[in-house]
C-alpha cells in the first residue's frame, strides 16, 4: 500500500460557484456557503454527483480569489481561506489574520488506497468539543473515536462507537472559535491528538471525498447558528410530545396499556404519552397488530384519548420473510429491499426472525414505507419511534457485499438510520395532514434534527450512566440536536429508589422526558415506589408541566437558530476553564435561564461550579455568587437548580396533559439581576401546522434592570393566546418574593416590580 499525498497544484479554473484546483493526485473544489462557511472537497472521482443527505443549502455563486507566488486567497466578510499551491495545503484564519486551524503541512489530506485522511496542525491548548452521541468527556482533547452507527446494547460509558454519526466538531484555542464539519458517511475517524505527541489532530473516512464544511464565526452559539442554517433546524415539536412519555419493553396488552394510562389519573400524575413497542405487533411484522393481546387498536387508543393520552408505536427497519405478508411480498415484487452484488435478497435475523431490509435511499422505497403508516394511523397513532435503524441485525455485522441500490452497505450505513426516520416523517405528515407526527430514532446522521427527536439507546441503571447520558444529551445539543433523550431510570437493570428519584428529577430538564426500561426489569411506573416517593415524583413532573411555557419556548429559539434547550456550558461561558473541569463538565443550561448540576443518587451535597454572574437556587431563592463552585444541598427531592440574574422564566398552573385548558394564569418569573436581559415567549395551537401561516402567539418580554421594569411586547402572530391573567413574580428583590398582577393581553404591557 502506497500514501498518496496531495501534491502541488497544476492548474486553478472557477466555475460560477467553485474554484477548482488540479493535482496529480486529486480535483479540490471550493465553494463559499455563507460569509462564515467555506466548503472544501478534495476528491479522485471529480465527476461523481455531488450529493449530501445533510446540506440543505446552496452556495454563493460568483466566487473570487487572488493569487500572489505561491498562494491563493479566499476572503469574505467574516473568513479568509489560503490556498499554499506547492504542495496543496489549506488554512484558515479570522477576517483579521489570526490563524483559526490548518493542514499539517507535512501530511495535509492524503490517501492510502480508498482511506482519506486530514492531517491537521494542533495548537498548544486547543480543545475540542462535539461529534454528538460520544462517550467520554467534554473536552475530548486527547481522545479518538469512530463513527459506525452500531446497535450498542449494553454499552458501557467508554463505548465507542454508538448509535449516531455526527462528524462535525468545534475547536477551540487562543480565545478563537472554529467548526468543521466532515461530510462523508463512511465509517469516519476522529483522533484530537490522542496519539501524536500533541502535533497534530485527523480525521479521515474509508471512502469518500475529504469533503468538509469549515465555520469561522467567533463564539460556539454562532458557529451552532450557522452550522444548523446550513443542516437544518427542527420544526416546533407536538406539545404533548415534550410532556411526560412513559414507556416500557413492553406493555404486553391493551388492557395493560390502559390500566398504565389510568393509574397516572388515579394517581394524579401528569403524563401525556404512551408507548407501544415491538410486542403490539402480530410476530414483530411491520404494520400489524397482534389480535390476541390488541384486538382492537382504534379501542384502546380511543380510550387513550378520552384518558387525554397520545400513543406512539415502535417500527423496526426488518421485514419478515414470510409469504402473504403484504411487506415482503410487496417489497420482493418491487426490488425493494438490500441485496448481495449478485441480486439476490439480503437476509439477516432479527425479532421477526429471518428479515429483508427496506432500500430507505430510494425515494419510491420511502414512499412505500410511509404510505403503510395507515396501519397506525386510522387506529389513532400519533407517535413514530424508529428503532433497530443502525440498521440492527443479530450478530451486528452485515457483509461489506450488501448493497443499498448501487451503493454498498459501508458506504452509506452511517445515515441508513436517517433515512428510514425521513421516510416515515414524510409518510405520517402527509397522512396526518395539518397535525404534526413525534418522530424518534435511535440512529442517525447530521440534519436529522429537521424531522426527528432522537434518545440515546439502551443505557443502564447507575449513577455513572446517569451522568454520563446528560453529557451525551449536551453533546448532541453542540451538533443541532435540541429534541434528545434518555431512558430515565436506566434501561437495563433496576434503578435503587434513590437513582430512580434522581434521574426523574433530571428528567424534568431532559429535552424529552421518557421513562423507559427493558423487558424482565422490575416496574418502573411512578407508583412503584412508595407513597413518599411517589409523591415526589410526581411534584418533578408537575414542575416539568409548571415550566412548559419556558419549555416550549425554548424550542422555538431551537427552530429559529438551532441552539438545544439543554446546553453544555461551554456555549455560554467558553473561555471559563472551569467549565471543562471533569467535577462540573455534566452542567448545563437548561433554555436561557436555567443551570442544572446532575448529581449522583448516592450523594446529598454537591459541589456546584457557578460561572460569572449572580445565581439564585430555584425553589428558595438563595443568592449565590458566580464565578466559583459551591458546596450545596441536593436532597433527593430538590435537584441542585440555579436561576441566573435577570432570569425570565414564564409558567402556568399545573395540568394533568397537554389536553387541559389549565387556569388562564401565566406566571412570569423574573429574578433580579444587574443587566438587562430578554425572553422570548411563543405559544401556538402545539398540533397542528398553523403556526407556519402565521397562526401564533410570540413576543419579546423584557427586563430592565436600572428602572425596575418589566415589559411584555405587542405580541405577533394571530393566535390567542390561552393566557388572560399574568401574575409577574419577583424574586431577589427586597429578599422577599413579590407578586403582581395584570390583564394578559397583546398589547403592550408594562410593569415595575
Ligand atoms: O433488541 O424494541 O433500544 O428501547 O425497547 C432490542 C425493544 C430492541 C432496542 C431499543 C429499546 C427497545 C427494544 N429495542
Known sequence: MQTQLLGNAKQVTTQNDHIIIQTAEATAKIWVYAPAIIRVNITQTPDKPDASFAVIQQPETGIKFTEADNELTITTGQLILKVNKTPLRFSFYTAEGKVLSEDDARFGVNWQNERVVNYRKLYADEKFIGLGEKTGDLNRRGTH???????????????????????????LHSGLTYGLFFDNTHKSYFDFGATTDDEMSWFGADGGDMNYYFFGAQGVADIIKDYTWLTGRMEMPPLWSIGYQQ???????????????????EHNIPADVIYCDIDYMDNYKIFTWNDE????????????????????CIVDPGIKVEEGYKQYDEGVAKNYFATYTNGDNYIASVWPGRCHFPNFFDDEVKEWWGAAFTALTEPGVEGFWNDMNEPAAWGQNIPYLVKFGDRYMAEVRNAYGMEMTKATYNGTRQILGNKRPFMLTRAAYCGTQRFSAVWTGDNTATDEHMLYGQRLVNSLGL????????????????????????????????PMYRNHAEIGTAMREPWEWGQENMAIIRKDIELRYRLLPYIYSGFYESSQNGLPLSRTLAIDYTPDENVFDVRYQNQFLFGNSLLVAPVESTKLTAEVYLPEGEWYRFGNDKAYEGGMAHTVPAPLNDLPVFVKGGGIIPMQSVIQSTNEAGDGILYLHIWKGIQDSTFIYYEDDGVTYDNERGIFHKREISYHAESNTVMLAVAEGSYTSKFNTLKLISHGFDKSIKEKEALYHSGVIEISL
Open 145 to 171: 473515536y469512530v463513527n459506525w452507527n452500531t446497535d450498542a446494547s449494553k454499552h458501557t460509558i467508554y463505548t465507542d462507537p454508538l448509535y449516531k454519526t455526527f462528524p462535525f466538531f468545534i475547536g
Open 247 to 265: 414507556c416500557r419493553y413492553s406493555y404486553m396488552s391493551a388492557d395493560e396499556v390502559l390500566s398504565i394510562a389510568q393509574k397516572f389519573r
Open 293 to 312: 393481546a390488541f384486538p382492537d387498536p382504534k379501542g384502546m387508543i380511543d380510550k387513550l384519548k378520552a384518558l387525554d393520552f397520545r400513543t406512539v
Open 479 to 510: 451538533v443541532g440536536m435540541s429534541f434528545t433523550g434518555v431512558d430515565i431510570g436506566g434501561y437495563t437493570g433496576n434503578p435503587t429508589p434513590e437513582l430512580m428519584l434522581r434521574w426523574n428529577s433530571l428528567g424534568v430538564y431532559i
